[in-house]
């Protein structure tokens, strides 16, 4: 082969799914979705810059009945520049990428050959996900030339999320082959001189797991957004079908509208948004709150976490009697997604994404595209979002009343809103359509192709285990919360040891109550999340709900059955509807009325109500069904995970955190304790009473145990 002297010759490589030019099989397997759209719109792109001479697209030839001959062409043009080139394989069907690592191998020999036939050589091969990593990290080695690389999804986190869904860890291994996307993950962010992300967040709570982390070779290149299908409105939109289907909810339609579109999932946080609505009677005065919240013909036919979320959506639009001021549709067409955006944008309104957690929050570029403001999370994506474009307001999720005034100014000052949508608009265009993504993406890598981007030398080193093999758990109120220089030290060592140790949370409160919490002491989002007393686990970093979990404890549990015959008990007062779960009753306690302990557990189970009962700080009383409870919760957790429970620090400080810390876990009870409750636990070998308060009492433990090396009490104790 011989260099080329103008122009780029960029290589691109994405093995699996099913990729072609024209009318894209999205979502016809879970191989067949984002992925494929983005590597043809980028090939694309890029090929419209006069600075690149020519785009390949390598993907794998296949030859299948089940599929389209599409898929078989040896090369698909898509424009003058750029070509789709299909690399025979061993394997010719049409294969799930977890069944391709053991003929990626003839894909790269292939790929080489095909490359080395070539009259120029390529200036990059830019890698996209592990599969091609793997490949695309054995040709820059053989050809000499630089390797960008994109994940779009990491091994290291996916596993975590199918944990959280119930799958063993040897059913991922044999289903996902996941130790080998790992590895291949790690060698490719080691040889990859470039990785290119969509948010920051990506950057450090994603590739912040793996030993290859290099912070200075990754850069944020937001995907391109699609100009033509979300656009301003005209004022045709008025006419259109769901533009009728929302009138016909409203007795004011022609009110601005606060449009929120999702999936049904708690992390959306859609429930919290009515709520804010319906506690403000100026927002309702002010505006209509349209909710989209994907299609169904009946909630009993959905997963159980859509139907929870739907039935909570229904009952607080009933508790606050917002009927006629909210519009909530069963179904919409896809093509429909961009009307809904210029009718708010048409009626002076304002898009809200209220999540809870959003990576990156593609939402929020579409309506910026469509020229209406936004109002965001403050966490992961939309940050990076308003900090480009100036078109809105971040929100803390969990503060209805701020979440509330915040979209009330937006709606009342005209000017403001004016200047908000031109912002976006513009915006859009400069940092989110395709032509920025190819300008942006071209300048980052020419520095490469020039040489003039020093590559820096390597001294990283590999975990001896693939995966965490030791956790810390702490409660919240007790142990990490009262002094705030022992919990920044307690966080950056946690920070620290991020990439061999796991962190966990174990709190009866709320999952909302306890990210408020997280929030306002800065405390990193932990790995496991274990809240309202053991009854919910989720995993980060989307807090990923165990709904494997959840049908685990539902086990006889009878909460209406246990509220009626408590209802008389003397001492006894349920507490807020927001301290109460699904799966937690809570009770406000008088000690000198209300019976012991034991007398409401023997009352529950003479009355054939079997249950967990906790008594805490002499005032709290949780019930949780039997097979829940803090302890349980977390060698739920450790059995999934794969981690020793000898492995396994937990912090408490009251009686809650009792059988969290019996067994043969590692505990320590820090000095700050609630000292009647957990007397019981002083002499226990394993237990550790810190002589400090608060987070200092477990970094305290940690050194007692020589947790990171030995995980042993020393000797002479």
Not at 384 to 395: E, R, T, V
Not at 496 to 507: H, V
């Amino acid at each position: 082969m011989r260099q080329k002297k103008q122009g780029l010759y960029i290589v691109l490589i994405s093995p699996h799914g099913l990729i072609r030019g024209h009318d894209l099989e999205l979502g016809r397997d879970a191989d067949t979705g984002g992925q494929t759209k983005y590597v043809v719109e980028l090939a694309t792109a890029l090929g419209e810059c006069p600075e690149v001479d020519r785009v390949d697209l390598l993907t794998r030839r296949i030859v299948d009945e089940q599929v389209s001959p599409d898929y078989s062409l040896p090369v698909e043009p898509l424009s003058n520049k750029v070509d789709i080139v299909r690399i025979d394989c061993a394997e010719a069907v049409y294969l799930p990428k977890e069944a391709l690592w053991d003929h990626l191998d003839s894909f790269a020999d292939n790929a080489l050959n095909y490359l080395q036939q070539q009259a120029l050589t390529p200036d990059i091969i830019h890698s996209h996900y592990a599969d091609a990593g793997y490949v695309a990290t054995r040709l820059v080695h053989q050809l000499g030339i630089p390797l960008v690389h994109t994940g779009h999804s990491l091994g290291r986190s996916k596993r975590r999320r199918l944990l959280a869904s119930g799958l063993r860890q040897d059913d991922i291994e044999q289903r996902y082959n996941m130790s080998r996307r790992i590895e291949a993950e790690e060698t490719t962010l080691g040889a990859a001189q470039l990785v290119i992300t969509s948010t920051h967040q990506e950057i450090e709570e994603q590739y912040g797991l793996y030993d290859y982390y290099r912070p200075e070779q990754m850069r944020v290149v937001a995907p391109g957004t699609d100009l033509q299908q979300f656009h301003p409105p005209s004022g045709d939109e008025r006419d259109s079908a769901i533009a009728g289907a929302l009138a016909t909810f409203l007795k004011e339609p022609e009110k601005p509208m606060i449009l929120a579109l999702s999936r049904p999932d708690r992390r959306k946080n859609i429930v919290g948004l009515i709520e804010a609505y319906g506690e403000s009677a100026q927002l309702q005065k002010a505006a209509n709150l349209v909710i989209i919240a994907g299609n169904r013909n009946d909630i009993r036919e959905l997963d159980i976490g859509a139907q929870e979320v739907l039935n909570d959506i229904l009952l607080t639009i009933d508790r606050y009697d917002l009927y006629g001021k909210v519009a909530y549709p069963k179904h919409h067409q896809a093509d429909e997604v961009s009307i809904l955006y210029r009718l708010a944008a048409l009626s002076q309104g304002v898009f809200v994404n209220p999540a809870l957690t959003e990576p990156f929050g593609l939402t929020l570029i579409e309506a910026a595209a469509s020229q209406l403001p936004i109002v965001a999370t403050e966490d992961g994506g939309p940050r990076d979002i308003i900090g480009n474009c100036k078109n809105g307001y971040l929100i803390n999720p969990l503060d209805k009343p701020a979440m509330a005034k915040t979209i009330g100014k937006l709606l009342k000052a005209k000017q403001t809103w004016q200047r908000l949508a031109k912002n976006g608009l513009e915006g859009v265009r400069q940092y989110y359509s395709w032509p920025a993504h190819a300008k942006t993406y071209l300048q980052l890598v020419k520095p490469l192709v020039e040489g003039t981007e020093p590559v820096p030398h390597m001294n990283l080193s590999r975990r001896p285990l693939l995966y965490h093999d030791r956790a810390i758990f702490s409660d919240l109120d007790q142990n990490l919360l009262g002094d705030s220089a022992s919990l920044n030290a307690f966080i950056q060592e946690m920070r620290d040891r991020r990439k061999y140790t796991s962190f966990g949370i174990a709190t009866g409160r709320r999952l909302d109550a306890a990210l408020q919490i997280l929030r306002q002491n800065n405390i990193p989002q932990p790995d496991a999340l274990i809240t309202s007393l053991g009854t919910e686990i989720h995993y980060a970093p989307n807090l990923t709900r165990d709904w494997a979990w959840h049908d685990h404890i539902d086990h006889l549990w009878k909460p209406t059955s246990i509220q009626l015959l408590l209802s008389e008990i003397p001492g006894l007062a349920l507490q807020p509807k927001t301290e109460q779960s699904r799966y937690k009753v809570s009770y406000f306690v008088d000690p000198a009325k209300a019976p012991r302990l034991g007398d409401i557990t023997h009352l529950l189970l003479q009355n054939d109500l079997t249950a967990n009962v906790f008594y805490s700080f002499d005032q709290f009383l949780d019930i949780v069904p039997v097979r829940a409870s803090k302890g349980l919760a977390l060698r739920w957790f450790a059995n999934q995970w794969g981690i020793p429970l000898e492995h396994i620090l937990a912090a408490g400080g009251s009686g809650a955190d009792e059988d969290m810390m019996r067994g043969n876990t590692l505990a320590v009870v820090v000095s700050n304790r609630h000292h009647e409750e957990l007397s019981e636990l002083a002499g226990i070998e394993r237990i550790y009473f810190a002589q400090k308060p608060f987070a200092a009492g477990i970094l305290e433990a940690i050194e007692h145990y020589d947790f990171y090396e030995t995980c042993q009490a020393p000797a002479s104790t």
